[in-house]
């Protein structure tokens, strides 16, 4: 079966193509990046009117680079949610659009179930079941994953996710959207023994996060400094990170002892980053679990994990009906195989 993915559910435009048999045969994304910068942050009105000019020709691009037609389409993946309610619709009424017109079934995907699905496209690949710590955007939660729709909630964030707490800790610290990568990499530049952070919930005796607290922490320092030089920065962004994967990483460890499992699995946004991904590989080797990442490429928002996870559904016989709704807000751990369909 060849699936069509479409992701529009924030600022990035993903397509892709996905055949139950040969793998993913091509991908294409476009970023808002540089339009939103001007703005300090995402405008909804602009991304929902950037995608509608983005999603065809990229889906154009898609199809000639993997030397099919679109009549070779058996199902069309998008996302339904969570997202910005424009972005989300723009997707969905194209993809249904496209499924009227050629008489295809279409899946609506949970934008999160895509995160978390995404390293099954990476060679080697977890097996069910897993624990996967998912960092992306505003969510921050650890799941017992026993098989596709199979999702159990062990933990998640009480305030700020891992990731919002990046970029407004890069706009504490005067750096320009999209601040997080850019103080990730900053922070390879500083010392993260200078100033000393909390970390929230470390020793709590639950699986949850909270990063609101390190966020106002930061922001304190900021103003007890009476001069931010870049060293100083720097040192700011490397002690900030620091305890971020502290945190991150203990927690994955208690989940994977409180469910007796063996394999973690990293998604999302943040899974991307590089103090996190050397401490986790670092733990596995010496308590002896393997972790697995999706492929940088596949850490942010994209197609390929639409596309994927839409063909999961699709063999498990759940599309859609020819109506269609979106989500923007769509809690994971209420989601279930019957759930899925729209």
């Known amino acids: 079966m060849l699936v069509l993915g479409i992701e529009t559910s924030c600022d990035e435009s993903g397509i ?7 793998g993913l045969l091509a991908h294409r994304l476009h970023t808002q990046m540089k339009m939103h910068a001007e703005y300090g942050g995402v405008v909804p009105e602009l991304a929902s009117r950037d995608h509608i000019r983005r999603v065809l020709p990229l889906t154009g691009e898609c199809l000639k680079a993997a030397g099919r037609n ?14 910005l309610a424009g972005a989300l619709l723009v997707g969905a009424s194209i993809a249904n659009g496209l499924a009227v017109a050629l008489n295809k079934p279409t899946i609506a995907v949970h934008h999160l179930e895509g995160h978390l699905l995404s ?5 080697p690949a977890p097996r069910f079941p897993f624990v996967a710590l998912l960092v992306s955007g505003g969510h921050s939660q650890l799941m017992r994953v026993d098989d596709v729709g199979r999702y159990q909630l062990l933990g998640e964030t009480l305030d700020d996710a891992a990731g919002e707490a990046f970029d407004k800790t890069a706009k504490l610290l005067g750096l320009p959207y999209p601040g997080g990568p850019l103080l990730s990499k900053l922070a390879e530049q500083g010392d993260p023994q200078r100033f000393t952070l909390p970390r ?41 990170q620091e305890a971020i994967v502290e945190v991150l990483v203990k927690k994955s460890l208690k ?63 759940h599309s859609g009906n020819g109506s269609f709704s979106v989500k923007p807000r769509w809690d994971l751990g209420s989601l279930t195989n019957a759930e899925q369909s729209a």
């Open 16 to 22: 892709a193509l996905y055949d139950t048999e040969h």
């Open 70 to 83: 679109l009549s070779d389409v058996d199902a069309i993946a998008y996302t339904a949610g969570p997202g």
């Open 255 to 317: 989940a994977l002892k409180q469910t007796g499992l063996k394999q973690l699995v990293i998604a999302g946004g943040v899974g991307a980053n590089k103090q996190l991904r050397q401490q986790l590989d670092l733990q596995a080797e010496r308590k002896r679990f393997q972790v697995f990442y999706p492929p940088l490429e596949f850490c942010t928002d994209n197609g390929a994990m639409i596309a994927f996870a839409g063909a999961q559904r699709l063999q498990q016989a």
């Open 119 to 123: 390293p099954l496209l990476a060679d």
């Open 200 to 240: 929230p919930m470390l020793n709590s005796p639950d699986l949850d996060f909270s990063f609101s607290g390190l966020k106002t922490a930061v922001l304190t320092l900021v103003r007890e400094q009476p001069q931010i030089d870049e060293q100083t920065r720097a040192d700011i962004c490397a002690a900030f």
